[in-house]
């Protein structure tokens, strides 16, 4: 199944009700860190509390999940049709998935667009990741070392360690971002 795509519905669903994730969150009896952590990918909710998310957000568990088990061969994600995604809420990286249309996948991958003046806090996540800068310059912190990438340089690291990625530099950055949620 496809966690990852089950986290944004979730999150859809709950932005076109119009809904905090205070609100949500108290009606399903969790904390606002909780469900921020579902929404991001971060943890897999229970089935009891992903049933308890769909009643709340006015869906069946059933339509919740319908067609992420769903794998078409192939997939043609055209540069007009990516697919915006809502990551991190305290972060003004912009998030475009290539690959939304393939429900089940083993690996997420993303263009990350990343404005001038982009800080965050180190965090950390199951699984593991490639990173390649397309256009301009990041730098990227993975626990206690920092990497200056420019155009053409990549990373591949395990997620568990804390890392960041910021823009410290005049112009948007390009990122081209892969992961893979938990080990094979």
Known sequence: MNLVELAQRLRQLRFDRGLTLDEVAEQIGQTKSWLSRVENFRITPSLSALADLASVLGVSTSSLLEGLDDRPQIVCVRQSDRKPISRDADSSIEYFSLAHERAHRTMDPLVLKVPSGEEREPRTHEGEEFLMVLKGRVRFF?????????????????????????NPYANEAEVLCLFRLGRQ
């Open 142 to 166: 993975y626990g206690e070392q920092e990497f200056t990438l420019s155009k053409g340089d990549s990373l591949y690291f395990d997620s568990e360690v804390e890392h960041c990625l910021s």
